[in-house]
């Protein structure tokens, strides 16, 4: 399943910021925050003024809470601009200034929570830890459980859903933990799952099964 997805990936990825080389910690952190909540086409261009103003953590630690939540303009749920002015003090004032690699260290940090924290040491430095995420979710549903639609959230069993299908290679994993996400947002959509274009559709067992207790629209 994990070399489906990754060359798929490979070939239909959307080109994101944080996808680029030499993107940052910092930069991948800050895009965490803002997409927590609001849609990737109105958080690139807030990203990107975002860091331009404050490249580092330093820099935002360096000026008062208030004004990061003016820049945080309307993104929407203005808790996470002092969350993540709050983080950046502590990575300054704690860390050196450096966005910590350790999922432990950086579920210590203001905000952050047990997905940013995976998100975060899989994006930003590569390691080898599943990250589950809504889309993630329903594809691992459909495909391995033979469902419509995910059980709710369980940290333990989605964590150890994913885990078992992560590639032993370090790079394939951080490839597959992004691969997954991107399938379930771009082609298994809850509303119209495109199987006709999906990697997967040999091997899906809801796919195989004629999909039962289907709410959504016609599929393709
Ligand atoms: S074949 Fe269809 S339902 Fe199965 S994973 Fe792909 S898009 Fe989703």
Not at 159 to 168: D, E, I, Q, Y
Request: with cysteine.
């Amino acid at each position: 399943m994990a070399s489906l997805v990754n060359a798929w990936f490979g070939l239909h990825a959307r080109d994101l910021p944080w996808r680029r080389d030499g993107f940052g910690a910092w930069g991948v952190l800050v895009s965490e925050f803002m997409l927590q909540q609001t849609p990737v086409t109105r958080v690139i261009p807030h990203l990107e003024a975002w860091l331009t103003r404050w490249p580092t953590p330093a820099d935002l630690a360096a000026v008062p809470p208030g004004e990061a939540v003016r820049a945080w303009a309307t993104l929407g749920y203005p808790r996470r601009a002092l969350w993540l002015h709050a983080a950046a003090v502590e990575i300054t004032e704690n860390h050196g200034g450096i966005v910590p690699q350790d999922v432990g260290v950086l579920l210590t940090l203001t905000g952050i929570g047990d997905y940013t924290a995976r998100a975060v040491a899989a994006f930003a430095y590569g390691h080898r830890h599943p990250v589950v995420d809504t889309n993630t979710r329903r594809v691992i549903a459909r495909c391995v459980a033979g469902q419509a639609e995910p059980a709710p959230p369980s940290r333990t069993r989605d964590l150890a859903a994913m885990n078992a299908l992560l590639p032993a290679d370090v790079r394939a994993a951080a490839v597959f933990n992004a691969g997954a996400m991107e399938l379930g947002a771009l082609v298994c959509t809850s509303a119209r799952p495109r199987c006709a274009d999906c990697p997967l559709a040999a091997l899906c067992a809801w796919r195989a099964a004629g999909y039962p207790e289907y709410q959504g629209q016609k599929k393709t």
